[in-house]
């Protein structure tokens, strides 16, 4: 007998059993595992190994699909609720059955529509896959593989006055403070960062841009560069707006203020109202 288990709310790789007018049937060592007509390849035969999620429908069966949910159990989701009761909120995770945030996993405002970052796990009661918005508890402590100027993944997923709070390479949290953000930021869509600062206290602070002295020393060739191609005029003081400074050189509104700087120290350029002009 094998001592292989079902992987619950991730992905297995399965031996196809039966063929059926309405699905497949694999071997899921214990059960048999129905995948629906709809989302079988249409030259799989018996015999052949298939790669399928697997999680429990809407009677509680275990279902295999091929479809491909936002993320599987231990991982960080940014999703959307899809209908609130009054026991808890589901959620759209990409299958058929919404995730279920039981009412105690629930953080506050969890209303239609609005998304949240979310923890996908399994119910250790009754085995089926639940999620939960109460982040922290399942976050790493241990922050010693990480150091100021590495680059990481980062998921932003909510606002704050201080600026965008982001998960850190699914295991920790950090902040992009409003003097990094130089660029429109999308809610749960995965970037690229830099740790700024680690603090004394442990907490993390982020940028978007490499923290370098050769960054800045490359954004003031590249302004100069560009003032020497646009015949020696550039209609852009360190009052121009972020947004347009990172449209139009690709650098975030600091590092542009210390190109700027840099150049006027060198006497390479004047500042006027109207903008820069070369010396």
Same mark, same amino acid.
Do not use: C, H
């Given at each position: 007998?094998?001592?292989?288990?079902?992987?619950?709310?991730?992905?297995?790789?399965?031996?196809?059993?039966?063929?059926?007018?309405?699905?497949?049937?694999?071997?899921?060592?214990?059960?048999?595992?129905?995948?629906?007509?709809?989302?079988?390849?249409?030259?799989?035969?018996?015999?052949?190994?298939?790669?399928?999620?697997?999680?429990?429908?809407?009677?509680?069966?275990?279902?295999? =699909? =091929?479809?491909?949910?936002?993320?599987?159990?231990?991982?960080?989701?940014?999703? =959307?609720?899809?209908?609130? =009761?009054?026991?808890?909120?589901?959620?759209?995770?990409g299958l058929p059955k919404d995730l279920f945030i039981p009412f105690k996993q629930q953080r506050d405002n969890m209303l239609l529509g609005k998304s949240f970052l979310i923890f996908i796990h399994l119910d250790t009661k009754t085995d089926r896959i639940v999620g939960s918005a109460k982040i922290e508890r399942f976050l790493e402590e241990d922050i010693s593989e990480l150091s100021e100027g590495m680059q990481v993944d980062i998921l932003p997923y909510e606002y704050t006055d201080m600026g965008i709070k982001a998960l850190i390479n699914q295991r920790h949290l950090g902040v992009l403070y409003r003097d990094e953000v130089f660029k429109n930021i999308e809610l749960g869509k995965p970037t690229v960062g830099y740790i700024k600062k680690i603090r004394e206290d442990q907490k993390i602070d982020l940028a978007l841009l490499e923290q370098s002295y050769n960054r800045i020393e490359g954004s003031k060739n590249d302004l100069y560069t560009q003032l020497q191609e646009a015949q020696g005029f550039l209609p852009f003081t360190d009052k121009s707006a972020p947004e347009l400074i990172y449209k139009t050189f690709g650098m975030s509104k600091k590092d542009f203020k210390k190109a700027v700087g840099g150049l006027l120290k060198e006497r390479k350029i004047e500042l006027k109202d109207d903008g820069m002009y070369l010396l």
């Open positions: 007998m094998s001592n292989r288990r079902l992987r619950m709310g991730q992905y297995n790789r399965l031996k196809v059993i039966k063929q059926l007018d309405f699905g497949i049937y694999l071997d899921g060592y214990e059960d048999e595992i129905l995948v629906p007509k709809q989302y079988v390849p249409a030259d799989i035969q018996i015999g052949d190994f298939l790669d399928v999620f697997i999680y429990r429908d809407s009677e509680d069966r275990a279902i295999g =699909t =091929t479809l491909e949910p936002y993320g599987t159990v231990g991982e960080f989701v940014y999703l =959307t609720v899809t209908m609130v =009761t009054s026991l808890g909120v589901f959620m759209d995770w």
